[in-house]
């Protein structure tokens, strides 16, 4: 089992004061706490150290059973790490349950295990430039989440005071009436059914734990996102407590609109125009792609308006994992003159005379038909 010097965890020494640990504490807090180190998980492991570190020594009594024999003493105190919890209220029974006469006291609530309570989901939006949500970014937000308490380490109790066995129920977090037939058991009101009960709440967080913060989290949202597209951060959200893991940050994406790109599922629409000319007779013409360049499209002799051609692949990239790559719809607009010269004029009149074709023929015979 690892055993950490929690004096050299804050970088001090055995004799360091009440003040030094605190400022040490609040020092390296700072510096490793996840926000200052996004990206990091060795951070975020040692945050949990110091935070571990300085709920012992800022307390007298564990202070003093720790500096009596820390090797007895720390049977699962090494840090977790990870996307867990972020210390805490079970590191706090853990520890109590190792010793004497405190031991007592608080193994019954030890047996009946504090609820690991799951820190809240918080949802933000972020607004995205057409070409960012196309090609994928990393952007940061702004988040307002409940945040472990630095000042108390999250236990709810001023710095340097304990959490007592709560007097009203001995630590059971439950009283029991007897109701002749069958005993009723009911939650304790002064210590809400937790067993320990803060003495002098912690002034920065009113013994809640935690504190409400804004806090920046840096996202990578993938190429491709789409408008109201949710993207997870995992661990971002608002803080567990009793040692529950953190919620999770998510981020729900707005997708600036393009004036010619039409996003459908991940293909892209655009629209085309074409002269009357080479719809009729066909052409190779070239069209622009959603990311920037030109694709080159052969359009048939005869192609009618509003017909719609795939260019396989130049859609947006799929933001789902193994997803494809969409297509760019082209739909063709044939663009008719709204002027010609003279010699045009005579040029479609002999057209006209060449062709001596009534194209409504099919119409009017679909009229009569019943
Ligand atoms: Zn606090
Ligand atoms: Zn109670």
């Known amino acids: 089992m690892e055993t950490k010097d929690l004096y050299g965890v804050l970088g001090l020494k055995r004799d360091a004061s009440k003040d030094e640990i605190r400022a040490a504490y609040r020092k390296l807090a700072r ?26 020594l800022s307390n007298p009594e564990k202070k003093r059973q720790y500096d009596a024999g820390p090797t007895s003493y720390f049977g699962q105190g090494s840090p977790t790490g990870g996307q867990g919890g972020t210390g805490g209220f079970s590191e706090f029974s853990d520890l109590f349950g190792g010793f004497g006469g405190l031991g007592d006291v608080f193994g019954r609530q030890q047996a009946q295990s504090p609820q690991k309570i799951r820190g809240e989901d918080v949802t933000v939006s972020v607004n995205l430039k057409f070409r960012d949500a ?51 058991s009911e939650s304790c009101r002064k210590c809400g059914g937790e067993g320990v009960y803060i003495e002098r709440p912690c002034s920065s967080c009113s013994g809640s734990g935690r504190v409400s913060r804004a806090r920046q989290v840096t996202v990578r949202i993938p190429a491709g996102a789409r408008d109201g597209m949710k993207v997870r951060v995992p661990g971002r959200g608002s803080a567990g407590r009793k040692g529950g893991p953190n919620g999770d940050l998510y981020v729900v994406t707005h997708v600036e609109e393009h004036p010619l790109f039409v ?21 190779g013409i070239e069209v622009p792609k959603p990311g920037g360049g030109r694709v080159k499209l052969k359009l048939p002799a005869g192609t009618e308006d509003g017909r719609q051609f795939k260019v396989r692949g130049e859609g947006s990239p799929s933001a789902r994992k193994g997803g494809v790559r969409g297509d760019l719809i082209v739909r063709v607009r044939v663009v008719v003159p709204k002027k010609v010269t003279k010699r045009e004029r005579e040029i479609l009149e002999a057209l006209a005379d ?6 409504r023929q099919a119409l009017f015979e679909g009229a009569t038909d019943r």
């Open 31 to 56: 510096k490793h706490h996840p926000d200052a180190n996004p990206d990091d998980p060795a951070s975020e492991v040692k945050f949990k150290e110091i935070q571990n570190a300085y709920e012992t």
């Open 134 to 184: 196309l090609e994928g970014v990393t952007t940061r937000v702004r988040a307002t989440v409940e945040d472990q308490c630095m000042d108390c380490g999250g236990s709810g109790a001023a710095p340097g005071t304990t959490m007592r066995s709560c007097p009203d129920c001995g630590g059971r977090g439950t009283y029991t009436r007897d109701q002749g037939f069958f005993a009723l």
């Open 263 to 283: 996003r459908r599922g991940d293909d892209f629409v655009v629209e085309v125009p074409v002269s009357f000319v080479e719809a009729t007779l066909g052409a």
């Open 354 to 359: 060449e062709r001596d074709e009534d194209v």
